[in-house]
């Protein structure tokens, strides 16, 4: 699959890494430029590329930046993607790292709803909640005891059943939370959010979540 990759951190540097591994074409941006990501090409064999390039001909897009820099993405950098593009969101609103953001805390939008409007694209959320060391170590084959399940949110059936099957073939269960307007079951702070644990703990955790937002995310 061609996919491209927005953000060559933690998690961008990692599912960069597992996805390649698994054969697919990555390509893979940062803030500063390809000049920069020679080391991770090298490493991974994944195209580096200018930002504006990341989802040209891209199936799955994952955008992979701290929730402040969303607005600095290139307006239209969705655009030359495949028709039916999946666009995982991997955000969390962090206020002491993003500053505060009024979306989100006083229109009530969940943090993937805020990335939506921003990117004009449907988004996924997935892997917001699953450390990015996990994505290398945590991997287990279908059947596995001790695999783990990762929520997955979205509005848009076909891409969540594309990126489903994907982070099935990157070594993890998925359990269904619902639309983006649900998707606050899984932001930072809720029973699942860094829960290792399988479909039924990932279930139940869901289940449990409450929609107010936590005094430690607020501004
Ligand atoms: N770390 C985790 O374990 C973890 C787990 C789950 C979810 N998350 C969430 O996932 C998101 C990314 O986290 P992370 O830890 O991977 O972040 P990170 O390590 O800080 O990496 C951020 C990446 O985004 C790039 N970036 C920033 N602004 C950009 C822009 N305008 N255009 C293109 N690229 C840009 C940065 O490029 P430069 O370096 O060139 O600036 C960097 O490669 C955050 O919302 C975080 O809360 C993190």
Not at 106 to 116: A, I, K, N, Q
Not at 145 to 157: Q, T
Not at 168 to 195: C, H, K, M, N
């Amino acid at each position: 699959m061609k996919i491209g990759i927005i953000g060559a951190g933690n998690i961008g540097g990692n599912l960069t890494r597992r996805l390649t591994a698994l054969g697919h074409d990555v390509s893979v941006a940062n803030s500063r430029g390809p000049q920069t990501l020679t080391a991770l090409a090298e490493e991974t064999g994944a195209t580096p590329v200018p930002v504006t390039e990341a989802a040209r001909g891209a199936e799955v897009v994952v955008v992979t930046v701290p929730l402040k820099s969303v607005p600095d993405l290139p307006s239209g950098v969705l655009d030359g993607a495949a028709d039916q593009v999946a666009v995982i969101d991997t955000g969390n609103y962090y206020p002491q790292r993003d500053g505060r953001i009024a979306g989100i805390e006083d229109d009530g939008l969940t943090e993937s709803r805020w990335t939506e409007r921003h990117l004009g694209h449907a988004v996924i959320k997935a892997f917001n909640g699953t450390y990015a060391q996990d994505i290398l170590d945590r991997h287990r084959p279908a059947g596995a005891a001790d695999r783990i399940a990762l929520p997955v949110a979205g509005d848009d059936e076909t891409a969540k059943r594309t990126v489903r099957a994907l982070i099935d073939e990157l070594g993890f269960d998925t359990v269904d939370a619902g639309g983006i307007d649900d998707s606050w079951r899984q932001q930072p702070d809720s029973p699942v959010y860094g829960l290792r644990a399988g479909v039924e703990g990932v279930t139940e955790a869901l289940a449990k979540a409450r929609p107010e937002r936590p005094e430690a995310f607020r501004a």
